[in-house]
Structure formats: structure tokens, C-alpha cells
């Protein structure tokens, strides 16, 4: 059964940072595309950034510097690195996967093939 496994959320104060683990089962993430998106109470859901089968990445202008997007194979995990993290950054998180091209994912990674259940990240004082 396919399945995508996020982890790693929590409450943070701004300025923090956190890592989040997405643990593929089901599924050889080398043959998809990948990424993250997020949705925030009353927002509409929103793509934070995306990884090709090659591993190039892309990221949303709003997390650009901050971010950063990566995955091990081996451990058929994705992750995504969050520095500095912002008040505006709460919302949930979905790990997400795709059979399309990264180019095209990348483009609407809310609309993805696969995401998981989402973990909640709080950025508060």
C-alpha cells in the first residue's frame, strides 16, 4: 500500500528552525517528483518547493534563502530543511509525490498524484 509518512512538526519561535521527514512506503521516490506544500487555516493550499528525479530544486518566493529541499534514496525519505523561520509559516505540511515531469509539478505541487496526512508546523512567541 502506498503510503507517504510526515514527521517532524512542532512549535517553534520565530527565527527557529525545523526539519521535516517524509517516509515513502510503497513507492520508489527516485521515480517521481517531489515535494512540499502547505495550508495555512482559511488559505488556500500552497507549494513550497519541489525536487526533480536529478534533484534539482525549486522553491515558492516566500520561503526562497530560507528552505531548502532534499532526499536520500537509499532511506526513500524526502525532507525539507526550514530556517528562520516566520509567524506566516504556520500551517500544515504535506510531503507530496508525482508522476508528472518536475517542470510541470513544480508548477502546482498542491495538485499532486500522492501527499500524506500533513504535520503541523507553529511558528509563535
Known amino acids: 500500500q502506498l503510503q507517504l509518512v510526515e514527521s517532524g512538526g512542532g512549535l517553534v519561535k520565530p527565527g527557529g528552525s525545523l526539519r521535516l521527514s517524509c517516509a515513502a512506503s510503497?513507492?520508489?521516490?527516485?521515480?517521481?517528483?517531489l515535494g512540499w506544500f502547505r495550508q495555512a487555516p482559511g488559505k488556500e493550499r500552497e507549494g513550497v518547493s519541489c525536487?526533480?528525479?536529478?534533484?534539482?530544486?525549486k522553491y515558492a518566493d516566500s520561503v526562497k534563502g530560507r528552505f531548502a529541499i532534499s532526499k536520500d534514496n537509499a532511506k526513500n525519505t524526502v525532507y525539507l530543511e526550514m530556517n528562520s523561520l516566520k509567524p506566516e509559516d504556520t500551517a500544515v505540511y504535506y510531503c507530496?509525490?508525482?508522476?508528472?515531469?518536475?517542470?510541470?509539478?513544480?508548477?502546482?505541487?498542491?495538485?499532486?498524484?500522492?501527499w500524506g496526512q500533513g504535520t503541523q508546523v507553529t511558528v509563535s512567541s
Open positions: 507530496a509525490a508525482d508522476h508528472r515531469p518536475a517542470y510541470t509539478f513544480c508548477r502546482s505541487i498542491q495538485s499532486a498524484d500522492y
Open positions: 525536487i526533480s528525479r536529478s534533484s534539482s530544486t
Open positions: 510503497g513507492l520508489t521516490l527516485d521515480d517521481f517528483a
